[in-house]
Nanobody, 126 residues
Framework: QVQLVESGGGLVQAGGSLRLSCTAS????????MAWFRQAPGKGRQIVAD????????YYRDSVKGRFTISRANAKSTVYLQMNSLKPDDTAVYFC???????????????????WGRGTHVNVSS
């Protein structure tokens, strides 16, 4: 089982930036699609972005397109989420996750991801 630890969250004013990191241990992640999800207070968890095992393909939900960038450094077992032009609606707990199966890209339901971090809080003030 892989262990995931997120970091980089915090309090930021609207329009500001944060860079989230997710570091994996226990098993290499280089053959797995990785994703960032978020859960706002009182709402369900939603996928924010994902990236294929080789970094060649990415997906973003519409509300973050053009503002967020997902990337990965397999040699460091780390996935990043650069968040720019943050809005109060981005306030949430952000989780990273590893797809259940290797070399699979394109399935984005919660149940498709088998390992999760504990999350990092992002709070965007207006």
């Amino acid at each position: 089982q892989v262990q995931l630890v997120e970091s980089g969250g915090g309090l930021v004013q609207a329009g500001g930036s944060l860079r989230l990191s997710c570091t994996a241990s226990g098993r290499p992640i280089s053959i797995y699609t990785m994703a960032w999800f978020r859960q706002a207070p009182g709402k369900g968890r939603q996928i924010v972005a994902d990236i294929s095992w080789d970094g060649g393909r990415t997906y973003y939900r519409d509300s973050v397109k053009g503002r967020f960038t997902i990337s990965r450094a397999n040699a460091k077992s780390t996935v990043y989420l650069q968040m720019n032009s943050l809005k109060p609606d981005d306030t949430a707990v952000y989780f990273c996750a590893t797809h259940r199966l290797p070399s699979i890209y394109g399935s984005r339901r919660d149940g498709d991801f088998g390992s999760w971090g504990r999350g990092t809080h992002v709070n965007v003030s207006s």
